[in-house]
């Protein structure tokens, strides 16, 4: 399995957040509340501690989550249950996600895919590709490469860190980070990106920068230069 053990004890010693970022909920009301909701297919991968799929299932859309985590697993679904809401929710692996071809109509991504290696990363996307519909959006939301990832850390590869020493990112495993080139060639290679925008904020008097890539694509065939 792809995922680092690391995360399990972060999903048992840290209190997680309870609502999803603003920038997803833009995403799912700009796309899919016009829709008959019960009949839309979200994938979550990475789903945490249930957080975008509490606020999913709250919305009544038919919702999925994929996590490698138990705790967090558990904790997802005693949340969804504990307010009669609705989610499929399993533990498992994202290199190899147990879904049939094109079954989903969007897929989500809120700082999952950054905790993976390049090749792995591959995989994933080209996963995603597989079980989202013909138009189907896949949502991304990953650091950027201006990210603060720690004043100490080792460098396992290109943009890729572990052992981070301090920060948002500290203890969390590897840290993988985008610039604008990178995500153009491996999103792009897989599925159309239809836009990249970002969003930043600081913390401790303006010290750390937390900067996120908000990455949209569509599925369908060929590439977009942005």
């Given at each position: 399995?792809?995922?680092?053990?690391?995360?399990?004890?972060?999903?048992?010693?840290?209190?997680?957040?309870?609502?999803?970022?603003?920038?997803?909920?833009?995403?799912?009301?700009?796309?899919?509340?016009?829709?008959?909701?019960?009949?839309?297919?979200?994938?979550?991968?990475?789903?945490?501690?249930?957080?975008?799929?509490?606020?999913?299932?709250?919305?009544?859309?038919?919702?999925?989550?994929?996590?490698?985590?138990?705790?967090?697993?558990?904790?997802?679904?005693?949340?969804?249950?504990?307010?009669?809401?609705?989610?499929?929710?399993i533990q498992g692996d994202i290199l190899s996600l147990p879904f049939e071809k094109e079954y989903f109509d969007a897929v989500i991504d809120s700082d999952c895919?950054?905790?993976?290696?390049?090749?792995?990363?591959?995989?994933?996307?080209?996963?995603?590709?597989?079980?989202?519909?013909?138009?189907?959006?896949?949502?991304?939301?990953?650091?950027?490469?201006?990210?603060?990832?720690?004043?100490?850390?080792?460098?396992?590869?290109?943009?890729?860190?572990?052992?981070?020493?301090?920060?948002?990112?500290?203890?969390?495993?590897?840290?993988?980070?985008?610039?604008?080139?990178?995500?153009?060639?491996?999103?792009?290679?897989?599925?159309?990106?239809?836009?990249?925008?970002?969003?930043?904020?600081?913390?401790?008097?303006?010290?750390?920068?937390?900067?996120?890539?908000?990455?949209?694509?569509?599925?369908?065939?060929?590439?977009?230069?942005?």
């Amino acid at each position: 399995m792809v995922w680092d053990e690391k995360w399990e004890k972060v999903f048992q010693t840290e209190e997680w957040g309870k609502y999803p970022p603003e920038c997803l909920i833009r995403f799912i009301a700009g796309n899919y509340y016009n829709k008959d909701r019960k009949t839309v297919k979200i994938l979550e991968i990475g789903c945490g501690t249930g957080t975008n799929l509490w606020y999913m299932a709250r919305e009544r859309f038919d919702v999925y989550g994929i996590e490698g985590s138990k705790t967090a697993v558990e904790r997802a679904i005693k949340r969804i249950e504990s307010e009669g809401l609705s989610a499929n929710i399993i533990q498992g692996d994202i290199l190899s996600l147990p879904f049939e071809k094109e079954y989903f109509d969007a897929v989500i991504d809120s700082d999952c895919l950054y905790c993976n290696s390049a090749d792995d990363t591959n995989i994933v996307l080209s996963e995603v590709k597989r079980v989202l519909k013909k138009d189907g959006l896949f949502f991304s939301r990953t650091p950027t490469d201006k990210m603060y990832f720690g004043k100490s850390f080792d460098t396992v590869g290109d943009m890729e860190y572990k052992n981070i020493s301090d920060g948002p990112l500290k203890g969390k495993g590897l840290a993988r980070l985008m610039n604008l080139d990178r995500i153009k060639s491996m999103y792009g290679k897989y599925i159309k990106i239809l836009s990249i925008d970002k969003e930043e904020h600081t913390r401790d008097n303006g010290n750390i920068l937390v900067s996120k890539w908000v990455i949209v694509c569509q599925c369908t065939t060929g590439k977009i230069s942005i």
